[in-house]
């Protein structure tokens, strides 16, 4: 082995070969020069190039021959020639050679013009007693470009942070936060400048599950990513921040490598408030359809039973039995207001609700007891929620006995008809807010066909019943037509009959005595409560019989609204004296005070319950009118009273055809057919007693 050192030279370097190979003349290292894929060149002082390997064509585009001689800078840039000549001067004072000439990286020139990357080492050396600089250039534009390229990619990935809708958080794998974009920062209600270098356990947020408690960092998808090696992706999960404010996120981590053994996990974190806002909504209603959907299944049930139910008992039972046993409803009863106590007592119940009911006490004033839903329902006639009961002060002091029965919301709706309640029905639920307001609209419906159901099955009976209640009643108010007629005209009014007409109003026949008949038909036309009005005759003495068709107003209509009949009516000197035939069955209470409503001046002088008179009951003469239409007892009825089959005739057919609005052989056609109906039922009665 041989050394052979360069005396003259700075670097302080030697080389070593093997002389039985390796020949030690120049030949072999200019071999050497001239095949190096780095190109290498030599000047002298004066920056004059004194050599130029082979390399120097396929770096620079220049011939080396023709380099030699040439200034260098032939392929230096200008603003790079004082760099070079500082380092050349540097050099030859320096004992060894300055690292920072050692594999610089700079620019050169190529021949076209171009500038070219390259990496420069720098030696400077004596030859001959002049001093020398080499240079050992490299290629260095593949780096360069990759390295451009690196700096695009980071640049992309740079601005791919800050514009991603998506929340981006790097931590290494200790849990150290080390990047976080500002989507992330904007979810996380934190500046990412704040918790970078901060561990993951940081206090700018919390993360919850979906009840809301803490989540265990085991159970985190940072953790589980870190540990496992694998992607983690779409867990939904709450983060809390720092004022408070919890929003549905959906997170995902997946494992980085930075290729020398050390690792980072990326958690990618999406705000999913509006989308689970929206699956709320969703699935409210489609609670609400069910609950809507389960909630008309029984209404059904209860409008079949409804027809055929025959007692209001029956219907009171089926009503309450069918809403206690559907969900979520617990139980139901329904009530009647007490005339003597205005409480208002159960008449029927459904559910384990019998204890509950003797616990508590409703009226339907609202002192004592009449604040709770039950008691505003009679009063307001519209139904009414009680949304909690552990909040609802109405429900003070029987709040204990509300929960051993389950109960934690309630809804009463007033059963009514055409202005008449007949009662109030409380429904109870097992949870609180079950009734929203289309519930509530369900059941108010449900309340009106109930109330339907009691007016039809109540006017049956009153049909068919053996005893009725009869009711004399004085109204003074001039509001009253028959009161306001006697005192106007100072005459005196007595009620002759009534029919029902095809739009169910009702056509009054009455005698005035004392007053001039064209005086009597201009006070009707005038009355506000009147809508048609005509004298049909005059008799001997001066009374007129005056037919008149009075509004849904009147006290003969509220009284026919509550299943009554009047019997007999007459006024003088502005007073009004009734006789009203009522079911058994019904309210008094609920008929006074319907007409205390509509008259300020009621006196109730006399009540009683008697036994229907033969000329009432209906079963106890034969069914003459039982194969007569509406329009042919009509027809006949208004011709009966308008003195159609007096002698001499006190109405013509067309006179009572038109009181009807009907044409006259319409209305003699449905006379003629009504007697002949009465007269064959007469006839075919005789025959079979006989």
Same mark, same amino acid.
């Given at each position: 082995?041989?050394?052979?050192?360069?005396?003259?030279?700075?670097?302080?370097?030697?080389?070593?070969?093997?002389?039985?190979?390796?020949?030690?003349?120049?030949?072999?290292?200019?071999?050497?020069?001239?095949?190096?894929?780095?190109?290498?060149?030599?000047?002298?002082?004066?920056?004059?190039?004194?050599?130029?390997?082979?390399?120097?064509?396929?770096?620079?585009?220049?011939?080396?021959?023709?380099?030699?001689?040439?200034?260098?800078?032939?392929?230096?840039?200008?603003?790079?020639?004082?760099?070079?000549?500082?380092?050349?001067?540097?050099?030859?004072?320096?004992?060894?050679?300055?690292?920072?000439?050692?594999?610089?990286?700079?620019?050169?020139?190529?021949?076209?013009?171009?500038?070219?990357?390259?990496?420069?080492?720098?030696?400077?050396?004596?030859?001959?007693?002049?001093?020398?600089? +080499?240079?050992?250039?490299?290629?260095?534009?593949?780096?360069?470009?990759?390295?451009?390229?690196?700096?695009?990619?980071?640049?992309? =990935?740079?601005?791919?942070?800050?514009?991603?809708?998506?929340?981006?958080?790097?931590?290494?794998?200790?849990?150290?936060?080390?990047?976080?974009?500002?989507?992330?920062?904007?979810?996380?209600?934190?500046?990412?400048?704040?918790?970078?270098?901060?561990?993951?356990?940081?206090?700018?947020?919390?993360?919850?599950?979906?009840?809301?408690?803490?989540?265990?960092?085991?159970?985190?998808?940072?953790?589980?990513?870190?540990?496992?090696?694998?992607?983690?992706?779409?867990?939904?999960?709450?983060?809390?921040?720092?004022?408070g404010e919890r929003v549905w996120v959906q997170v995902s981590?997946?494992?980085?490598?930075?290729?020398?053994?050390?690792?980072?996990?990326?958690?990618?974190?999406?705000?999913?408030?509006?989308?689970?806002?929206?699956?709320?909504?969703?699935?409210?209603?489609?609670?609400?359809?069910?609950?809507?959907?389960?909630?008309?299944?029984?209404?059904?049930?209860?409008?079949?039973?409804?027809?055929?139910?025959?007692?209001?008992?029956?219907?009171?039972?089926?009503?309450?039995?069918?809403?206690?046993?559907?969900?979520?409803?617990?139980?139901?009863?329904?009530?009647?207001?007490?005339?003597?106590?205005?409480?208002?007592?159960?008449?029927?119940?459904?559910?384990?609700?019998?204890?509950?009911?003797?616990?508590?006490?409703?009226?339907?004033?609202?002192?004592?007891?009449?604040?709770?839903?039950?008691?505003?329902?009679?009063?307001?006639?519209?139904?009414?929620?009680?949304?909690?009961?552990?909040?609802?002060?109405?429900?003070?002091? @029987?709040?204990?006995?509300?929960?051993?029965?389950?109960?934690?919301?309630?809804?009463?709706?007033?059963?009514?008809?055409?202005?008449?309640?007949?009662?109030?029905?409380?429904?109870?639920?097992?949870?609180?807010?079950?009734?929203?307001?289309?519930?509530?609209d369900v059941l108010a419906e449900l309340g009106a066909t109930?109330?339907?159901?009691?007016?039809?099955?109540?006017?049956?009976?009153?049909?068919?019943?053996?005893?009725?209640?009869?009711?004399?009643?004085?109204?003074?108010?001039?509001?009253?037509?028959?009161?306001?007629?006697?005192?106007?005209?100072?005459?005196?009014?007595?009620?002759?009959?009534?029919?029902?007409?095809?739009?169910?109003?009702?056509?009054?026949?009455? =005698? @005035?005595?004392?007053?001039?008949?064209?005086?009597?038909?201009?006070?009707?036309?005038?009355?506000?409560?009147?809508?048609?009005?005509?004298?049909?005759?005059?008799?001997?003495?001066?009374?007129?019989?005056?037919?008149?068709?009075?509004?849904?107003?009147?006290?003969?209509?509220?009284?026919?609204?509550?299943?009554?009949?009047?019997?007999?009516?007459?006024?003088?000197?502005?007073?009004?004296?009734?006789?009203?035939?009522?079911?058994?069955?019904?309210?008094?209470?609920?008929?006074?005070?319907?007409?205390?409503?509509?008259?300020?001046?009621?006196? @109730?002088?006399?009540?009683?319950?008697?036994p229907r008179s033969g000329t009432d009951s209906v079963s106890?003469?034969?069914?003459?009118?039982?194969?007569? +239409?509406?329009?042919?007892?009509?027809?006949?009825?208004?011709?009966?009273?308008?003195?159609?089959?007096?002698?001499?005739?006190?109405?013509?057919?067309?006179?009572?055809?038109?009181?009807?609005?009907?044409?006259?052989?319409?209305?003699?056609?449905?006379?003629?057919?009504?007697?002949?109906?009465?007269?064959?039922?007469?006839?075919?009665?005789?025959? =079979?007693?006989?």
């Amino acid at each position: 082995m041989t050394r052979t050192e360069g005396e003259n030279a700075r670097s302080g370097g030697e080389c070593a070969y093997d002389p039985s190979v390796v020949a030690g003349d120049e030949s072999f290292f200019r071999t050497l020069v001239e095949s190096a894929s780095d190109a290498i060149v030599t000047v002298d002082e004066t920056g004059g190039i004194v050599f130029a390997n082979p390399a120097m064509e396929e770096t620079f585009g220049y011939d080396p021959e023709t380099l030699i001689g040439r200034s260098v800078t032939a392929f230096v840039p200008e603003d790079q020639r004082p760099r070079i000549r500082a380092a050349f001067e540097a050099l030859q004072s320096a004992p060894a050679p300055p690292s920072e000439w050692d594999g610089i990286e700079t620019v050169g020139r190529h021949r076209e013009g171009r500038l070219v990357p390259i990496e420069l080492s720098l030696r400077a050396h004596r030859d001959d007693g002049a001093w020398l600089l +080499t240079a050992i250039v490299r290629d260095v534009s593949d780096r360069h470009a990759e390295r451009i390229e690196r700096r695009r990619e980071r640049d992309l =990935t740079e601005q791919l942070l800050r514009t991603v809708p998506t929340g981006l958080v790097v931590l290494s794998d200790e849990g150290v936060i080390e990047r976080m974009n500002d989507r992330a920062g904007e979810i996380l209600g934190t500046d990412p400048a704040d918790v970078i270098g901060d561990s993951r356990e940081t206090d700018a947020w919390r993360l919850l599950d979906a009840d809301g408690e803490p989540i265990p960092p085991d159970e985190r998808v940072f953790q589980i990513a870190r540990d496992s090696g694998r992607p983690v992706t779409e867990v939904e999960q709450r983060v809390e921040r720092t004022d408070g404010e919890r929003v549905w996120v959906q997170v995902s981590a997946a494992p980085l490598s930075d290729g020398d053994g050390g690792g980072r996990v990326v958690v990618v974190v999406e705000d999913i408030s509006y989308q689970k806002a929206r699956e709320r909504r969703l699935r409210e209603q489609n609670e609400q359809l069910e609950r809507l959907d389960r909630i008309n299944a029984v209404i059904r049930g209860i409008d079949q039973a409804l027809v055929q139910a025959t007692t209001r008992r029956e219907i009171d039972e089926a009503v309450c039995e069918a809403l206690a046993a559907a969900d979520p409803y617990r139980s139901a009863w329904i009530g009647d207001v007490n005339a003597s106590s205005d409480e208002v007592s159960p008449r029927a119940h459904g559910g384990d609700v019998a204890d509950y009911l003797d616990a508590i006490t409703v009226t339907r004033s609202a002192e004592p007891n009449g604040t709770g839903p039950a008691g505003r329902a009679i009063r307001s006639r519209s139904v009414q929620v009680t949304h909690d009961v552990d909040t609802d002060p109405s429900f003070e002091g @029987v709040r204990a006995a509300a929960a051993d029965h389950g109960i934690r919301s309630a809804a009463s709706v007033p059963l009514g008809y055409d202005g008449t309640i007949y009662g109030v029905l409380t429904v109870y639920a097992d949870e609180p807010g079950a009734f929203d307001d289309t519930e509530q609209d369900v059941l108010a419906e449900l309340g009106a066909t109930i109330g339907h159901a009691i007016n039809a099955v109540t006017t049956r009976q009153a049909l068919v019943a053996e005893r009725v209640t009869e009711l004399r009643l004085a109204i003074g108010d001039e509001r009253h037509f028959f009161a306001a007629l006697s005192a106007a005209l100072d005459c005196e009014v007595a009620f002759d009959g009534a029919t029902v007409q095809a739009d169910e109003s009702l056509r009054y026949y009455l =005698t @005035v005595a004392g007053a001039d008949p064209d005086d009597v038909l201009g006070f009707a036309d005038e009355f506000a409560g009147v809508e048609s009005a005509r004298v049909v005759s005059v008799g001997p003495d001066g009374e007129s019989l005056l037919e008149a068709t009075l509004d849904a107003e009147s006290a003969f209509g509220v009284i026919a609204d509550h299943g009554g009949a009047v019997r007999s009516a007459s006024a003088a000197e502005g007073e009004c004296e009734v006789v009203a035939e009522l079911p058994v069955a019904a309210d008094v209470r609920t008929v006074v005070e319907a007409l205390d409503e509509a008259f300020a001046d009621i006196e @109730v002088r006399a009540q009683r319950d008697r036994p229907r008179s033969g000329t009432d009951s209906v079963s106890s003469s034969p069914s003459l009118d039982a194969d007569l +239409t509406d329009r042919q007892q009509t027809a006949i009825e208004t011709a009966y009273y308008a003195g159609f089959f007096e002698w001499p005739r006190e109405s013509t057919g067309e006179e009572v055809a038109e009181s009807l609005g009907v044409s006259a052989p319409t209305f003699h056609k449905h006379l003629r057919v009504a007697e002949r109906k009465l007269l064959a039922a007469r006839f075919d009665d005789e025959s =079979t007693a006989e």
